[in-house]
């Protein structure tokens, strides 16, 4: 049996041999703090300069052992230029991030690849070279190797995607993504990414998934894409001059230089506040945004809104000055209501008139503060059939104007409710809230007339000056004595022999139009162009 001495000699002895191995314990741990930064900053630069071919660049990063692997850095650039010095004038880092974060286990450190389960990231900003200036990144970075970090997801805050332009007139295009998931799904496969995107005007968040990549190292803006994307509840009034909310979704694929979009929009009290009136909006369309400037055609866009439709192709063209975007599309209307264009853009209700309508026109909206009213211009020309006016005293001047004109005045004034149709065609165009006629037509039984005029989109103001064309003589438009009295006449006012001819004018507002003979009146194309840009002034 061991005696008391013994034992604590022992004791003694172990007690050494612990001492001995925390010593051993602490300065094991001290090499593998002091060996863990640099390790964990050569695997970071290492995996992303075979990743991206590109030289990589971190300004400081910190490791923390006391729960596991924690790392912590900020400053990371990955440059895309074919010249790898990023302090040269006017480099630009390819992808730069202001700040990440993530945990691993502490094993991790003596594993090849270190195996992360998430990285957080703030401040993802990828700039995309224009196209034609593709930049040799083969050059910058290891063409290949083993990826010694391999990450199964990514959080991403306040990210923003940068497609850069060669046109000095315009400023890249810019995506910013308040939300940004990705997850790795293999190599050489494509990230699997949901993102909310921020959509300043109208204002609303566009909450989109899918799948970006494989990355295209030699050509970045190829590095395709696509997905599917929903926006809700975006407000139109913060755009100048219309309101009403919107939602919209659809699909799109193709590359970062080259997007391919198909969707649709529903706006169910979309409206024109030159008129105030809500009407239900839908549209389908198809969309291809270039990624060399940040263009978008339009081709087509299909729209229907009341009982009408119409198809539109044409562009959105970033610009400067002033900043915003420049639209400019070409409009088909066929099958569809002058009412509910009526009801769209003009505040009187009901609509001046009602009828099929066909139209073509040249549509262009420019950028800038002004409501959407203001800065709409259009071209074109249309033509209204069988149209009837919803004021009941101009259409009764209507019908009395037609049975007049074809020799019937005991008929008209008998019968002023005969509900005349009209046949109504024009070439116009609008500027300023002002619709300006250089050609105007218009046919009733017995009645042709050629006009040109103006008239204001708040129905305040007409003004149209023209020729009548009647079937009947002077004398035929009346009876009894001033029918005789007339017949004298009745020369002076035919042409080639038959009818009449005189001229009229139509004035006042759209509530109190004033219907005359225009006699005194002399006015050509020019002269009306110039009375409609006063007026616009007004």
């Known amino acids: 049996m061991p005696t008391a001495k013994e034992i604590g000699r022992v004791w003694k002895m172990m007690g050494t041999v612990a001492l001995v191995f925390l010593i051993g314990v602490v300065i094991a741990m001290r090499l593998v703090i002091d060996r863990a930064e640099p390790i964990v900053r050569a695997r970071v630069i290492q995996t992303l300069s075979i990743r991206f071919h590109s030289k990589v660049e971190v300004a400081s990063l910190s490791v923390s052992l006391s729960n596991g692997i924690q790392v912590s850095a900020s400053g990371l650039k990955i440059f895309g230029a074919t010249d790898p010095n990023p302090h040269e004038p006017g480099m630009q880092a390819l992808i730069g991030i202001r700040e990440f974060h993530f945990q691993t286990a502490l094993h991790s450190l003596f594993r090849t690849p270190m195996h992360i389960n998430t990285v957080y990231v703030k401040g993802l900003e990828l700039n995309i070279p224009p196209k034609g200036n593709r930049q040799e990144m083969t050059k910058l970075g290891p063409k290949s190797g083993k990826l010694s970090i391999f990450v199964d997801n990514f959080v991403c805050e306040d990210t923003k995607l940068m497609i850069n332009t060669l046109n000095p007139s315009k400023a890249p295009l810019e995506f910013a993504i308040s939300n940004l998931k990705m997850q790795d799904i293999g190599p050489r496969e494509p990230l699997k990414f949901s993102a909310i995107l921020v959509n300043p005007k109208p204002v609303g968040d566009i909450q989109s998934y899918g799948f970006f990549g494989p990355w295209q190292q030699d050509a970045p803006r190829d590095t395709p894409v696509q997905g599917n994307y929903s926006f809700s509840n975006a407000d139109l009034s913060t755009i100048k001059g219309i309101g009403g909310i919107l939602s919209s979704s659809g699909q799109y694929s193709g590359t970062l230089g080259d997007i391919v979009v198909h969707g649709t929009t ?273």
């Open 266 to 538: 529903d706006t169910p009290d979309f409206r024109i506040a030159s008129s105030g009136h809500t009407v239900p909006l839908h549209t389908e369309f198809h969309a291809t945004v270039d990624g060399t400037n940040g263009d978008t055609f339009l081709r087509p866009v299909n729209a229907t809104f009341l009982h009408s439709s119409l198809t539109a192709n044409g562009s959105v063209v970033r610009v400067n000055t002033p900043h915003g975007h420049d639209i400019e599309l070409d409009v088909v209307l066929k099958g569809a209501r002058i009412e509910d264009l009526l009801r769209l853009g003009v505040r009187t209700d009901p609509p001046i008139m009602s009828g099929p309508v066909e139209m073509t026109t040249r549509l262009g909206l420019s950028p800038g503060d002004a409501s959407v009213a203001d800065r709409l211009k259009l071209a074109g020309s249309f033509h209204v059939l069988r149209a009837r006016f919803s004021n009941e005293k101009m259409q009764g001047k209507i019908d009395y104007l037609s049975l007049v004109s074809q020799g019937k005045p005991k008929q008209a004034r008998e019968h002023e409710d005969e509900n005349v149709p009209t046949d109504l065609r024009g070439v116009f165009t609008l500027n300023d809230g002002l619709l300006s006629f250089s050609f105007l037509h218009f046919l009733i039984p017995g009645t042709h007339v050629d006009m040109i005029g103006i008239y204001s989109l708040d129905g305040q103001t007409f003004d149209f000056h023209g020729k009548a064309k009647l079937d009947a003589k002077l004398s035929q438009m009346t009876t009894g004595w001033k029918s005789v009295l007339l017949k004298p006449v009745d020369p002076f006012f035919q042409k080639d022999g038959a009818g009449t001819e005189v001229p009229i004018r139509i004035t006042g507002a759209e509530s109190e139009p004033h219907f005359g003979l225009d006699f005194g009146h002399k006015e050509d194309h020019k002269n009306a162009g110039q009375k409609s840009e006063t007026l616009s002034r007004r």
